[in-house]
């Protein structure tokens, strides 16, 4: 045995730390660690408050119990078709303008300065928050389903773009490199090399953020872009739980089955 | 037919991958390029199609020099060469025939292809290509469905379909199993002295590539070390391919068995 192996054999084996200096390995676990416990005694709780809200609370649980679907159904109904417009509509739009926009944030597939467009246009529509979007865009065009519209296009473009550039950046490039060498010009390489490798994720992504989208419609009608949501907060502002309650059960119904609709076409796209 | 004049890689990290290689490969000759990994044998298959650029020197496809081509003559002249790679880098959710027709793609539209529409005398051809390679049943199937060996030869045909007047084979057999290797390299080489092809093929399997072709060269470091007849491949050159070790048992003394072309 060399004198560098007897020195180890006996020797028990650890995984080098991530971080090796030992002195800010700890200062940095116990910085945290109080960092931690100052934040959450800054949190306020108001006791008393929270016994007052408690009654409401219950009563707004108890809803569930005996949803409403009668005395509102034609609100309801014209909400549900609404919203199921706006997501359908926006999820269409949003997916076409996503497909060249996240091809060229990809950086394997574009040049520099289109990678950097895109990368900018990914950026600003993954910053700005759907709500805030909406506010800006009711403002713009007024209360209704086309800034609810808009704004989840606009959403879905960030969304999208972002993991499908992401998805094109992490392909085979020998399956690409392979089309490229039969002279194939750019756009076919990217029809025959690319889309194919991507296309699973990009369906899957696809029904997944029109999951989102439907779940969006709800929220954005609480600022007035129209769609179920404008129907749920009327129904809330009048202290109607029973049918808020129904409403609400009718988006976890649908939730569910997109969900279900998305597992079937994942399984079957694969 | 091809002929490469001082061709030279450096790569962005410094590594010289090839240095100043000449070498000329005559119509209807099928060329063995061996080395040890690293030698630049990759690197200068793909030095001659521009899927890597070379840094200086020239490559000449008949009257035609590559390296300065722009965007659209490269395309015209990429036609001309079919490449055959490692990993048979078939698109793997396209089906057979797309895969095949695939190496039609710098003949035809755009709309064409996105449609599928290719002319009749293509698919004709990738019928023909399919059944020739004993796959024709196959091309419905999704490329991921097949075999190792299979694979390759939807390769070999997405090459072929090209109507190419060289071939560049990059390790078609390295990850086979010797029989199918043997098979693979046998069809490669029929197909090209039924249709006069010229062929580089890199190979790591020197035995193999004594069994198959009329001319080998061996590369190191970037350099061109043996240029010859197969059978002068002596322990002596192989040392100076790929440095000291024992020879005898790599080079081959085995004629070739005849065992019929069974499809794998």
Redesign the interface.
């Known amino acids: 045995m060399s004198a560098a192996l007897q020195a180890k054999v006996g020797q028990q084996w650890k995984r080098p730390p991530f971080v090796r200096n030992a002195t800010l390995r700890w200062t940095l676990i116990g910085g945290f660690v109080a960092y931690l416990i100052a934040a959450y005694f800054t949190i306020e709780v108001n006791w008393s408050r929270v016994y007052e809200g408690l009654d409401r609370g219950a009563r707004f649980v108890l809803a569930f119990t005996s949803p409403d679907f009668v005395s509102r159904w034609t609100d309801i109904r014209d909400g549900m078709i609404e919203s199921i417009i706006m997501t359908v509509a926006a999820s269409v739009v949003g997916i076409l303008i996503s497909i060249p926009i996240g091809l060229g944030a990809a950086r394997n597939v574009a040049p520099l300065p289109i990678y950097m467009i895109c990368r900018g246009i990914v950026a600003v529509s993954r910053a700005l928050q759907e709500i805030i979007v909406a506010i800006l865009l009711v403002a713009i065009f007024g209360f209704g389903p086309l800034a609810g519209f808009l704004t989840l296009s606009f959403a879905t473009i960030g969304f999208l773009s972002k993991l499908l550039a992401e998805d094109i950046e992490s392909m ?1 490039k ?2 690409a ?9 750019w ?3 990217i ?3 690319v889309l ?2 991507v ?2 994720r990009l369906i899957g992504l696809s029904i997944y953020r029109l999951d989102i989208n439907f779940r969006e419609s709800a929220i954005l009608g609480l600022v007035g872009a129209g769609g179920i949501g404008a129907t749920l907060n009327t129904a809330f502002d009048r202290y109607e739980y029973d049918t808020a309650a129904a409403i609400l059960i009718i988006i976890i119904v649908i939730v569910m089955i997109l969900e279900y609709i998305s597992g079937i076409v994942r399984a079957r796209v694969q | 037919m091809l002929k490469l004049k001082k061709l030279l890689k450096t790569y962005r990290t410094g590594d010289q991958a090839l240095k100043s290689i000449d070498l000329e490969v005559p119509e209807g000759q099928v060329l063995a390029l061996i080395g040890p990994s690293g030698a630049g044998k990759s690197t200068m298959i793909r030095c001659i ?1 521009r ?1 890597v650029e070379p840094t200086s020197g020239e490559v000449w496809l008949g009257d035609t020099e590559l390296t300065r081509l722009g965007a659209t003559a490269l ?5 001309e ?1 079919g ?1 055959i ?3 048979y ?6 089906t057979v025939m ?1 895969n095949v027709l ?6 035809v539209g ?1 709309w064409r ?2 449609l599928r529409r290719f002319p009749q005398s293509d698919v004709d051809e990738a019928f023909r290509l399919l059944d020739r390679v004993g796959l024709l049943e196959m091309a419905d199937k999704r490329a991921d469905e097949l075999s190792g060996g299979q694979r390759q030869r939807v ?1 070999i045909c ?1 090459a072929l379909i ?1 109507n190419p007047k060289v071939l ?1 084979v990059d390790e078609p057999t390295a990850s086979l199993d010797p029989k199918t290797s043997r098979q693979i390299m046998r069809l490669i080489c029929e197909l090209c002295a039924e249709r006069g092809l010229a062929a580089i093929i890199n190979i790591h399997d020197v035995a193999l590539a004594q069994m198959f072709v009329q001319r080998v060269v061996g590369l190191r470091f970037g350099a061109i070390e043996f240029d010859g007849d197969p059978t002068a491949l002596t322990p002596d050159v192989l040392t100076t391919i790929y440095g000291a070790e024992d020879w005898e048992a790599t080079i081959a003394v085995v004629e070739d068995e005849d065992e019929p072309e069974a499809v794998v």
Request: glycine share 10%; charged share 25%; proline share 4%.
């Open positions: 085979d020998v399956q490199e392979a089309i490229r060498a039969t002279g194939a010009r756009s076919q390489w029809i025959y090399g194919p490798q296309m699973p | 199609n899927l395309r015209k002249a990429r036609r060469m490449m790679f490692q990993e880098a078939l698109v793997e959710r396209l797309e695939s190496g039609r793609l710098g003949y755009f292809s996105v390769g997405r090209q560049l």
